[in-house]
């Protein structure tokens, strides 16, 4: 034992290692041989890969992303679309949809909403054109009927509402209960802060008028309006009929729609529209649209339209105004969910003509010039501006003039205006077209808003 542990049994062991370890070696340089023909066949896969996907993407046939979903992915700063898609989807997010196409280059949510709309009856194509409203105090029952026998699209929470978040949502649930397995309903309000906050209550902040959210800078009103949406969205409410973007061109306290009510954010145009969209884009943030307003501006007039039908004629704005051009700049940077129409009267655009019903203003102007192809809302058609209106035409010369939603404050005048809209559509088929054609945009609304899976 000792002998085999000296010397010589220390090279007969060398051996057997050296000859074990030539094996080895000439193992391992097969094996790094094998490996790197393989890593050279991997890399000219990957190249006829590349090769391949670059002549797809372009070729005529390849789907790239849209101008809109790009600039959606990376505005101010925000996380990528991946980020903001997994945010906002859970929110209802109008922004993440819209804008979407298929491979036909059309928007996903306009052709699903003329199949849906296709579907439809005349009647009920009709009935998603009204918004109807639900007063503070009021039962929600009350709506049932319209809601599920008339198909009426959309309501509107009037009023002063002071049963906070849960209040609001269990009659928010109770509306959306009675559409039944029909088009679900779109719920509004108004919440602007200031003097018009319909919403209070337990889980509703005290929003500052619109003239002190213009006294902070649009990060912070991004922020804060995050924050309000987030309230309103708990409590239900799918748009804000908000922010408003008249400039105040005369003196504040006797301009009686806006600048009396600080409604307005203060500024110049310029200001207005960066404000507007900050507003716009931390609502759309926490889930909830919004509606641009009065277009083309109440900053103008004294009367307030609401009340009188004195001292609403503007003869000032025009369409190449600074007033104008403050809401061209919103809607093209913050992209609302619709464009509320004034109810005031404008001498340089169209005389004589409430701008909810002159063709002029809403086809022309903002959907000509400035190239706005989404919903157009009226302002309250129960209003004293056009109480010398018969009712049943009401909804009519909205539709007439290009607009898509008639707004109701009144709960009076909806039926009226649901049967005058019927009426003729029935004995009109150029009017039941444009009928079609509004129900279309306002479904495809409820497709980017989630409301419709």
Known sequence: MAQRNGRHGRDEVRGRAGRIMAIVVTAVVALALALSAAAVAGARHRARIEASASASATSPSSTTPTQHQTAAAN????????DATKDNAANKDDATKDGDANKDGKDDAVVR???IVDAMSPDERAAQLVMAPLAAGTDPSALASLIGDDHVGSVILMGNWSNGVDGVRQATDALRGYAGDGTPILVATDQEGGLVQHLQGPGFETMPSAFEQGRLSTDALREDSRRWGGQLHAAGVDVDLAPSVDTVTIDRASNAPI????????LDADGDARHATAFIEGMRGAGVATAVKHYPGLGSVTGNTDFTADGIVDTTTDADGPEVAAFTQAIRSGRPAMVMMSLASYTKLDPGVPAAFSRTIVT??????GGYDGVVISDSLSASAVGDVDPTQLGVRLVEAGGDVACINDPSY???????LRARASSDAAFADKIAASATRVVAMKIRLGLIR
């Open 364 to 369: 022309d102007l903002l959907r000509g010039r």
């Open 113 to 115: 909403a003329q199949r």
């Open 75 to 82: 505005k101010d700063g925000t996380p990528a679309k991946d």
């Open 414 to 420: 909806t039926a009226p205006i649901l049967s005058g």
């Open 259 to 266: 600048g009396a009510l600080d409604r307005d954010f203060g």
